[in-house]
């Protein structure tokens, strides 16, 4: 359910409010400590990851469990560096790429407090409306027409 006009402005007044009052913690409410954090995951993942390489080698030159470390290690910085990945998606498409209102605070504010459904792209027929607003409009028919 969508937040009404009065709830979205005062959301506003408590966001202007905290930069007011604390702008260190507005700030990293707003993500940049989450984007260092997410690039030195990656970073974190890609040495791991180069670190099993190097441990597969050894273990198919000398014992096999060595090698299956490596591999171990490889899949676990794989997950990581993935994960990172799509919180660094998530950072780029966020606030100022669209996909909210943009408040001069800084912050953003989503439409109920989610975040918009990017589409997924259907090769045939025209765009249809998420499940949610279907079944929401279909309520409302049904209320109008008497209950039928």
């Keep these: 359910m969508p937040l009404s006009e009065e709830e979205l402005r005062l959301l506003e007044q408590m966001e202007r409010a905290l930069v007011e ?27 791991v ?12 030159l000398t014992e096999w469990y060595v090698g299956i470390i490596g591999f171990v290690l490889m899949l676990g910085s794989a997950t990581l560096a993935l994960s ?6 998530a950072a780029a498409s966020d606030p100022r790429n669209g996909g909210g ?3 001069p605070s800084g912050f953003t504010s989503y439409d109920g407090g989610r975040r ?18 279907r079944m929401e409009s279909r309520w409302r028919k049904r209320r109008e027409n008497g209950g039928l």
């Design 21 to 47: 009052e604390d702008p260190k913690f507005a700030s990293t409410l707003r993500g940049t400590a989450m984007r260092t954090s997410a690039r030195r995951r990656g970073i974190i993942a890609a040495f």
């Design 49 to 60: 990851f180069a670190l099993g390489i190097s441990l597969l080698f050894v273990g198919v």
């Design 84 to 89: 990172t990945a799509r919180t660094r998606q």
């Design 101 to 103: 209102t943009s408040h």
């Design 116 to 133: 918009p459904r990017r589409g997924r792209g259907r090769s045939s027929g025209g765009a249809r409306a998420p499940f949610m607003e």
